[in-house]
T-cell receptor, first 113, second 113 residues
Framework: ETGVTQTPRHLVMGMTNKKSLKCEQH?????MYWYKQSAKKPLELMFV???????ENNSVPSRFSPECPNSSHLFLHLHTLQPEDSALYLC????????????FGEGSWLTVV | GENVEQHPSTLSVQEGDSAVIKCTYS??????FPWYKQELGKRPQLIID?????GEKKDQRIAVTLNKTAKHFSLHITETQPEDSAVYFC????????????FGTGTRLLVSP
């Protein structure tokens, strides 16, 4: 299944680096999401874009900055991260207008050193 | 906001046995309850879902039940197989034009041959 594609799959960055995670969906959906998955914690919703407008921002630190240039692409810009930000970052998409299922990408494993 | 609790955190069964995972939710306005399966190193994938106007749904060896009064829902897997071994997540959502899923903490199911 290649409906939601994330790059890079693995990323190691220093605390002073700036990097970006990229997500692309080929399902014709118009809602896109960033989730964070840490060990022994539930999947945490970070951001939601519906019809290219940010509709949810769950008290995420400003060192995470999302960008949604169109309904098929979603970015998560990272800067001055902390070691506790190391996690699996999952992108997902769903139809916005009708009841539909969220489909996840394979995730980007982020390690902050 | 919504809070979802999931039990047990780990579950070990013998091949052929049944497995039951239980979740409770707090917001009576939640109306959509999906279950995701996540194999090691893979993305979460939807295996079954149920909406609040239905009490039970079955798909081959998998079934989900919903008790709106008690605000709990359960996943039932019959005739378990080793390939059912994975982490299972329940979630609850209020449909608002996009899916705002709140996930449980996950259940690690191990099916021994």
């Amino acid at each position: 299944e290649t409906g939601v594609t994330q790059t890079p799959r693995h990323l190691v960055m220093g605390m002073t680096n700036k990097k970006s995670l990229k997500c692309e969906q080929h399902l014709g959906h118009n809602a896109m999401y960033w989730y964070k998955q840490s060990a022994k914690k539930p999947l945490e919703l970070m951001f939601v874009y519906s019809l290219e407008e940010r509709v949810e921002n769950n008290s995420v630190p400003s060192r995470f900055s999302p960008e949604c240039p169109n309904s098929s692409h979603l970015f998560l810009h990272l800067h001055t991260l902390q070691p506790e930000d190391s996690a699996l970052y999952l992108c997902a998409s769903s139809p916005a207008e009708v009841e539909g299922t969220i489909y996840f990408g394979e995730g980007s494993w982020l390690t902050v050193v | 906001g919504e809070n979802v609790e999931q039990h047990p955190s780990t579950l070990s069964v013998q091949e052929g046995d049944s497995a039951v995972i239980k979740c409770t939710y707090s917001d009576s306005a939640s109306n959509y309850f999906p279950w995701y399966k996540q194999e090691l190193g893979k993305r979460p994938q939807l295996i079954i879902d149920i909406r609040s106007n239905v009490g039970e749904k079955k798909d081959q060896r998998i079934a989900v039940t919903l008790n709106k009064t008690a605000k709990h829902f359960s996943l039932h897997i019959t005739e378990t197989q080793p390939e059912d071994s994975a982490v299972y997540f329940c979630a609850a959502s209020i449909r608002t034009g996009f899916q705002k899923l709140v996930f449980g903490t996950g259940t690690r199911l191990l099916v021994s041959p």
